[in-house]
């Protein structure tokens, strides 16, 4: 029998080979037993960081472009993809994009922003899986590792010297991920993350209001912000709005005056975004959500899945031409909320309605219209015309 060959034993290695009960040679982000097999490549809270890959952290002569080592090209090549596309799907405001494209990754090479260096290998690895689903494995396991990593990172951070505006950006970064990956935008159907995320940034930018005036986020912030002057639309905002908070059937619940501010808010902010260009309209609405109307939604209150459904189906209609990361099932989504309302709310769905097929306007309700959810899901971004089983 040929003897053991002599290994140094690791207590460092990825949960997957532990788990696996195999040697991990440790290797960032992927070790090479995950890559082969196409695994997920878990590591623990505690495990290495991206920071100590092999290769270090170099700048050229001019101090311009900073480069990973030659032995990380993995890293390399999702740096370059991020700089020269996955960034320019963020924005399309020529200062924001130079800022996303340039600026950022600048500030993610200092040190303490190890957070935002790891959203920006996250989200340029998703993308590329995105683009080309049948890409090497390791692209999808890599964006998985980089934003857990993003997540400690940022976590860690709140007790550290990490730049808040870095880590702000990063949380940005962290959302559009987390929009991406998750399957729809119901909160209670268990994608939760990128809710979570959306308050993080809202608690932060209040809390820092002060420090982030003037600065590299200024750009970012103020391409989300509101537009000055409406924008001539074709469909004007649905008037039946106007009785949603009078009239509607379960006044009780308006009683509660945190309640009724989180309706008049939503759909203050709603109109905004129905005015506004396709990245203010998708920024607006959701960083100016209260806490109190994501309980709303839920609970499945009837008023909040209205305001719902009237933002997928304007989603609907403004993403055909947006970016890889707001690519859903709009259609889908507004159909399953709709049919989640019984008759007595048909009054307040009247935009709704001209949205859908005039033939079919009397299935609106009907929980078994699935030739209705079939019609209505087709023409979303991606597509797809599947229907959705309730």
């Not at 960034?87 to 200092?110: C, G, H």
């Not at 769905?349 to 087709?378: C, H, I, M, P, Y």
């Amino acid at each position: 029998m040929a003897p053991i060959r002599p290994h140094r034993k690791t207590r460092s290695g990825c949960k997957t080979c532990k788990q696996r009960r195999v040697k991990c040679d440790e290797g960032l982000p992927i070790c090479q037993n995950c890559t082969r097999r196409g695994l997920e490549c878990a590591w623990s809270n505690t495990g290495p960081s991206i920071a100590l890959m092999r290769g270090e952290l170099s700048s050229s002569n001019d101090g311009s472009l900073l480069t990973w080592g030659s032995t990380n090209p993995f890293i390399l090549e999702l740096m370059h993809h991020y700089s020269t596309s996955a960034s320019f799907s963020l924005s399309s405001d020529p200062d924001a994009s130079r800022v996303w494209s340039i600026n950022v990754p600048k500030m993610a090479f200092d040190p303490q922003n190890h957070c935002l260096l790891h959203a920006i290998l996250a989200f340029s690895a998703l993308h590329i899986h995105h683009a080309d689903p049948t890409s090497p494995p390791r692209y999808a396991a890599a964006a998985h590792t980089f934003y857990q990593q993003a997540k400690i990172g940022i976590d860690s951070g709140k007790e550290g010297t990490a730049d808040i505006n870095a880590a702000l950006i990063a949380l940005s970064l962290v959302a559009r991920y987390e929009f991406a990956a998750s399957a729809g935008v119901l909160p209670y159907t268990g994608d939760l993350d990128w809710y979570i995320t959306i308050g993080a940034i809202n608690r932060n930018i209040e809390m820092h209001r002060t420090e982030l005036q003037g600065n590299v986020l200024r750009s970012l912030l103020g391409a989300m912000a509101p537009p000055s002057s409406p924008t001539n639309l074709d469909e004007q905002f649905p008037l039946s709005f106007s009785t949603l908070l009078s009239t509607a059937p379960d006044v009780e619940e308006l009683h509660d005056a945190s309640v009724r501010a989180a309706y008049q808010d939503s759909i203050h902010f709603l109109e905004m975004a129905w005015t506004a260009s396709f990245n203010k309209c998708i920024g607006v609405w959701w960083r100016m959500m209260s806490h109190t109307f994501f309980h709303l939604l839920e609970e499945q209150r009837p008023r909040a899945l209205i305001i719902l459904a009237h933002y997928c189906a304007m989603m609907k209609r403004v993403t055909q031409d947006g970016p890889w990361w707001v690519k859903k099932q709009w259609g889908n989504e507004a159909a399953r909320i709709v049919a989640m309302l019984d008759a007595r709310w048909a009054p307040w769905l009247g935009w709704l309605e001209t949205q859908l097929d005039q033939e079919r306007n009397s299935k609106v309700f009907d929980s078994t219209g699935l030739e209705f959810l079939a019609w209505l899901s087709a023409g979303d971004g991606d597509g797809t015309t599947s229907c959705v089983e309730r």
